[in-house]
């Protein structure tokens, strides 16, 4: 049975562990999946506050829009997704959304990583967090992939999802195997930096404001808030309310830096500006999304680079496409299609 190393539990390298699982069914792979944070989700964490688990935030990814072009390539994914109660349409009020004609919002009641942990489920991998990937070698015809818990171990497949920098960081005969027109292409992608804070709040708190979510364009720090349970339509009177606020781009930018403690401090004196009813958190937690969204995409948005044919080694993720949903759909399709052509 070939063993397959999935890098990333984020929607593109859940989704490739599902698809996997679905289109090799007559030659079963054994999946394993690594990633160096504590659980699924990548940029489609969801949050849990301190004081009670039950209250998430979306830090990242904050709602699914299906754009007419991909209503119908990707009708079984949104299908999948809406009958399994993980995707439900977007009712809730939000101020200053662009919504173009045709298009379709959704959220998730239990959080975006439930998108993240449906595909995971289905994929029946073997997952391992805090499993840091930080070298490859080519071995005996097969991959040596060596991780910060100081242990390793050997794959026929790799498969990278995380986004282009952090590919580019991995050492070991990798470094030697991305060749010049690759490096120069991997090197091309570049990424936003912006800043979440997540609130959460103690059950019964009220929070007066008449919308869900708004995006804010006056503000030099914050641009989008939302008071996440309402956003998902879960308001409940056992569970606190949690509140997310995006920064801006360029503060994002400007601010990548700084210490974090520093940073949520200046965030808050700004949500105070323009909420000053906003009441007392019962924790906060402030993450920085030093590769936010794709600004510039590999050349041609190919979906996937294929590094080496014998033993397989490919690399995909919104960094060969676009920044969202249907971006991480296309690159996990086209994945499994350039492996399928391998095996
Ligand atoms: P990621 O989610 O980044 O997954 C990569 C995974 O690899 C991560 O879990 C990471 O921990 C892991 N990893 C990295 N390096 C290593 C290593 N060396 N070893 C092991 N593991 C490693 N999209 C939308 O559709 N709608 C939105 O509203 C939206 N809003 C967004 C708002 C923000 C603030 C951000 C940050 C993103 C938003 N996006 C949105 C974009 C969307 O979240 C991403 O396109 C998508 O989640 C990318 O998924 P991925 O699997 O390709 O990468």
Redesign the pocket.
């Known amino acids: 049975m070939a063993r397959v190393l999935i890098?990333?539990?984020?929607?593109?390298?859940s989704l490739c562990a599902a698809l996997l699982r679905k289109e090799f069914p007559q030659r079963p792979l054994h999946i394993v999946l690594?990633?160096?944070?504590r659980g699924a989700?990548?940029?489609?964490a969801t949050s849990r506050g301190f004081h009670d688990p039950k209250c998430t935030v979306d830090l990242?990814?904050?709602?699914?829009?299906r754009v007419p072009d991909y209503a119908e390539k990707h009708q079984s994914f949104y299908e999948d997704l809406l009958t399994h109660g993980v995707l439900r349409p977007l009712t809730a009020p939000v101020e200053g959304m662009v919504v173009k004609e045709g298009t379709d919002n959704f959220v998730t009641p239990q959080g975006m990583s439930s998108i993240v942990k449906h595909y995971l489920k289905e994929s029946g991998a073997d997952i391992f967090y805090e499993?840091?990937?930080?070298q490859i070698y080519l071995k005996d015809g097969k991959w040596e992939v060596c991780?910060t818990t100081g242990s390793s171990d050997q794959f026929d497949i790799v498969i990278l999802?995380?986004?282009v920098p952090?590919i580019l960081q991995?050492q070991g005969d990798i470094v030697k195997i991305i060749n010049k027109s690759q490096r120069q292409q991997l090197e091309s992608v570049s990424y936003s930096s912006?800043y979440?804070l997540g609130l959460f709040y103690e059950a019964g708190t009220q929070i007066d404001v008449p919308w869900a979510a708004q995006y804010i364009s006056n503000n030099p720090c914050i641009r989008f808030i939302s008071i996440d349970n309402k956003k998902r339509n879960i308001e409940s009177s056992d569970i606190g309310p949690s509140v997310v606020v995006?920064t801006s781009v360029p503060f994002g930018t400007e601010h990548l830096e700084w210490d974090k403690e520093k940073v949520q401090q200046l965030i808050l004196e700004q949500l105070e500006e323009i909420i000053p009813s906003l009441p007392k958190p019962a924790s906060i937690k402030c993450q920085r999304?030093r590769?936010?969204?794709v600004t510039k995409a590999f050349p041609d948005c190919p979906g996937r680079i294929t590094l080496h044919t014998k033993p397989f080694l490919v690399c995909g993720?919104?960094g060969f496409i676009h920044?969202?949903?249907d971006?991480?759909i296309d690159?996990a399709m086209s994945i499994v299609e350039a492996l399928k052509s391998s095996l």
């Not at 890098?7 to 390298?13: D, E, K, M, Y």
């Not at 690594?34 to 944070?37: E, I, Q, S």
């Not at 989700?41 to 489609?44: E, V």
């Not at 499993?131 to 930080?134: F, K, S």
Request: glycine share 18%.
């Open positions: 890098v990333g539990a984020g929607l593109t390298g690594w990633d160096k944070a989700g990548g940029r489609m990242g990814a904050q709602y699914v829009t499993h840091h990937v930080t991780n999802t995380m986004p952090q991995l912006r979440a995006h999304w590769y936010s969204q993720g919104d920044s969202n949903f971006g991480c690159s």
